[in-house]
């Protein structure tokens, strides 16, 4: 995996953003029956540099990216970028993120999705404060509008719980959270809550694409 040095003067503590993001190309097949490919790409690339502008909420930003292109992206929009050598998931590539951020002494990480069409520098501030109020360790999700599923998620320590991202992930990381005596909130946010997986997400009202 290459990854790109913090440089001289970026912070090494406090909360780092860690944003998630495909290579564009791979982006969005489910959403093949409504949009053709360059569609496709044009979206992902757009909720992307969203996500990347909305992580300089945190402490630090990093963008593991699942293609060379995506890290000249973060590149040029001032974003330390890791290139995973091969995509193997959400998962996963949240596990390497994590594990950069410890290596440079996070406190805390929030995992961020790319795939969000409405998520602003606001709003990822107003997930850390409440994030920041809960007693480590603590883990704090949004949900997904739908599905089940989580679109951010902070964890402190950073190896609070294990990931579970995927279909029904919310339930699952509270499980896992409670079982391990770790303070759990799911965090309600309109602006983190729409992600667009399917061809009836396309549809909703407040939609920014």
Avoid: C
Wanted: no cysteine; charged share 20%.
């Amino acid at each position: 995996m290459t990854v790109e040095p913090a440089g001289p003067g970026a912070p090494t503590g406090g909360t780092w953003v860690i944003v998630l993001v495909k290579d564009l190309d791979s982006a969005k097949q489910r959403l093949g029956p409504v949009l053709d490919p360059e569609a496709r790409r044009a979206l992902a690339l757009r909720n992307a540099e969203r996500a990347m502008r909305a992580a300089s909420a945190g402490d630090h930003r990093v963008v593991v990216a699942g293609s060379a292109e995506v890290k000249s992206i973060a590149e040029r929009l001032g974003v330390e970028a890791l290139l995973e050598p091969r995509q193997e998931g959400q998962n996963v590539a949240a596990t390497r993120g994590i594990a950069h951020a410890l290596k440079n002494g996070a406190r805390a990480v929030l995992l961020l999705s790319s795939d969000l069409p409405l998520v602003t520098q606001q709003a990822l501030t107003a997930f850390l404060e409440v994030a920041g109020r809960q007693a480590p360790p603590a883990a704090v999700a949004a949900p997904a509008l739908g599905r089940g599923g989580t679109n951010a998620l902070y964890l402190n320590p950073p190896d609070a719980i294990a990931l579970h991202f995927g279909a029904d992930s919310l339930a699952a990381f509270r499980a896992e959270a409670e079982a391990k005596g770790v303070n759990f909130v799911a965090h309600k946010s309109d602006a983190l809550a729409l992600d667009l997986d399917e061809p009836a997400d396309l549809g909703h009202p407040r939609r920014a694409v």
